[in-house]
């Protein structure tokens, strides 16, 4: 199976005047096309920093990253946003939708900033948020969804750009549990469509729905299942 | 994605935070609306001093006595140069081409009674010539006329303002004033051409030239002469040919030495237009700085909608925004704002000379270019002003997104 990601000896060091903070130590792992990954750990394990990382909003401080085949580490700032834009479908734990705007126009911003016609924009967002089951919710501002209807929203929006690799960072952590039981249901269906999953969370619950789960702890990795 | 659509996103925005994007534009409108307000101003003043001093006669040349000098020695009485002499010689003269006519005049102070009223008003000794040069106009009756000047007639020709202080506004013609210690007939009232003060020109009083000379004053100079040059395009060339005649009438070599003086209504309007010229660039100048303050109110705004929607450019980076993007909504925002501000302070500069015209009863003028530059100035601005939070907001990591709150 082809890589989606490939970490080697990826270390990230944060530097202040008085202070040096390993956050991740010399980690190298690899995802393949169509895992489903849960990556684990407790607050200052470093999973925020590898989700950054992989999700290249942040580089290593050494080792390298190919991303789909992509050398990430050595990219500026606007190859970065295309890199994120083409590869990567986020979703966040704060669902992060633009306020007071429809889910529609959220789940089209992507493919505006690919530059794809607007016609086009819309057929295919329309085509996901029917997808998520949010059809008869297009035209509401993310302000009148709940919880588990933006994050929907959210997945609609990873998913329009037939992305390399969805990446979750704590997809459930701020909604209730029986949509969070649905957002997991749509996870696993996508990745039975065969995308690929990497999602951060620290409940143990939650992370049981992946195939994989990657342990980190004070910036390494641990245990790999 | 387009820049149309971009407009119509950033548009959005500011349309979302309506308390904020109207304080943030009052600066630009009052900066702008006071520019277009006081440029109208001055150039409304500037107007009708223009007209004021063309009303007085245009082509008009003045020729005022001066003191004869030898170095810095005054050698002569200051005031007695000019003679009826000098002016029916320049009137005659088979070398000035340039003078249509002539007009030599006789003017003094003088204490004016009728029955209980009495003013002090200003007498001036004229020939028929005066009311074409100086564009006076007869309201009833009739002016001085040359039968008047060869007999030496005891008439007078008043002004409104003579007409209101000493008669009450009725009819004064017909009626007898003493002016000094002589008795004169009014024949006629002027009609009013404004001014005011010592340059009241209605509050006057005409006789004839040869009565104010010989009866009233005594005296048998001239304080001026005034002369109609045939064309405004030749005043500099009528002021020479008439200098010169004079000098060799009066035997003097070096010009220096005149002793008199030519200036022509020209040279008194280029002074007043410098004058409310420098008074307008004034205004305008205290305008513009209002203009700034309103370009950093813009910039301070601007920079706390950046801090403000940290997390929103995060996003819109993390979702594939370029740095171009999201500079350019960020600057479409401020133009917006700034352009929108220009066009409302037009209006309200428009109105407010609108108002100030009626109030005053000045002229109102509304120059185009002080509205296109306005136009301009609010865009600039806006893109100056605009420029370091919109870089501002380009250079913001995505990761800020993604911080937990």
Redesign the interface.
């Known amino acids: 199976m082809q890589s989606i990601i490939k970490a080697s000896h990826i270390s990230k060091i944060y530097k202040t005047e008085s202070l040096e903070t390993i956050a991740l130590n010399d980690v190298s792992f690899e995802i393949k096309k169509g895992e489903f990954v849960a990556i684990m750990g407790p607050s200052g394990s470093g999973k925020?920093t590898l989700?950054?990382i992989l999700?290249a909003?942040?580089k290593p401080t050494s080792g390298t990253y190919l991303l789909d085949g992509e050398n990430v580490g050595s990219l500026d700032?606007?190859q970065l946003?295309?890199i994120?834009?083409?590869k990567i479908g986020?979703v966040?734990?704060?669902f992060?939708l633009?306020?007071?705007t429809t889910a529609l126009k959220n789940v089209m911003?992507?493919m505006?900033?690919?530059?794809i016609p607007?016609e086009e924009r819309l057929e295919t967002a329309t085509k996901f948020l029917k997808l998520v089951g949010l059809e008869d919710r297009m035209f509401h501002t993310s302000n009148q969804l709940s919880g588990g209807q933006q994050q929907r929203v959210a997945i609609a929006?990873s998913l329009v750009?037939n992305p390399a690799l969805i990446l979750a960072?704590e997809p459930t952590g701020n909604i209730a549990s029986d949509q969070a039981e649905e957002v997991m249901g749509m996870f696993k269906k996508l990745n039975q469509d065969g995308h690929t999953i990497v999602m951060i969370t620290h409940e143990p619950d939650i992370a049981h729905h992946a195939k994989r789960i990657i342990y980190v702890r004070d910036g390494k990795l641990f245990k790999s299942l | 994605m387009s820049y149309l659509e971009l407009f119509v996103e950033s548009f959005a925005t500011l349309a979302l935070n309506k308390v904020r994007t109207g304080l943030a534009i009052l600066g630009i409108v009052i900066g702008i609306g006071s520019v277009i307000a006081l440029v109208s101003l001055g150039q409304a003043t500037q107007q009708s001093i223009e007209n004021q001093i063309q009303s007085l006669g245009a082509n008009l040349l003045t020729i005022n006595p001066g003191a004869q000098r030898s170095g810095n020695v005054r050698t002569a009485s200051s005031s007695n140069t000019l003679t009826n002499e000098d002016a029916a010689a320049i009137a005659s003269s088979s070398e000035i081409t340039t003078i249509k006519s002539v007009s030599p005049e006789y003017s003094s102070r003088s204490q004016v009674v009728t029955g209980s009223s009495n003013t002090n008003t200003s007498i001036i000794g004229v020939v028929p010539a005066y009311l074409d040069i100086h564009k006076v106009t007869i309201d009833s009756g009739s002016f001085i006329s040359q039968s008047d000047v060869d007999s030496l007639s005891r008439v007078a020709v008043v002004g409104p303002q003579i007409v209101a202080d000493l008669f009450s506004g009725s009819n004064p013609i017909g009626q007898v004033i003493k002016i000094g210690s002589q008795n004169f007939t009014i024949i006629g009232v002027t009609v009013s051409k404004g001014g005011s003060g010592f340059n009241n020109q209605d509050d006057v009083i005409y006789v004839p030239l040869s009565t104010a000379q010989k009866i009233l004053f005594g005296a048998s100079h001239l304080t001026s002469i005034a002369m109609e040059a045939n064309s405004s395009d030749i005043m500099t060339a009528a002021q020479d040919e008439v200098g010169y005649f004079l000098l060799s009438r009066h035997k003097i070599t070096d010009p220096s030495k005149a002793d008199f003086s030519i200036f022509s209504q020209q040279d008194i309007l280029n002074t007043a237009s410098s004058t409310t010229g420098t008074f307008t660039t004034l205004l305008s100048g205290v305008a513009a700085i209002s203009l700034l303050v309103g370009g950093i109110g813009i910039m301070n705004i601007m920079l706390v909608t950046v801090t403000e929607r940290t997390r929103e450019i995060g996003l819109r980076k993390a979702l594939g925004a370029k740095k171009r993007i999201i500079t350019i909504q960020f600057l479409l925002e401020s133009i917006i704002l700034t352009f929108t501000g220009g066009v409302i302070g037009v209006l309200l500069g428009i109105l407010a000379s609108y108002i100030i015209s009626v109030v005053s009863g000045s002229l109102f003028v509304i120059s185009f270019s002080s509205i296109f530059l306005a136009f301009a100035v609010s865009t600039i601005i806006g893109i100056i002003f605009g420029w370091y939070p919109a870089r501002r907001a380009s250079n913001l990591q995505p990761i800020e997104a993604l911080r937990y709150e």
């Open positions: 925020s989700m950054h999700g909003i942040d700032d606007d946003s295309d994120r834009n083409r986020f966040f734990q704060a992060n633009l306020p007071r911003l992507p505006a900033y690919a530059g607007k929006r750009m960072d």
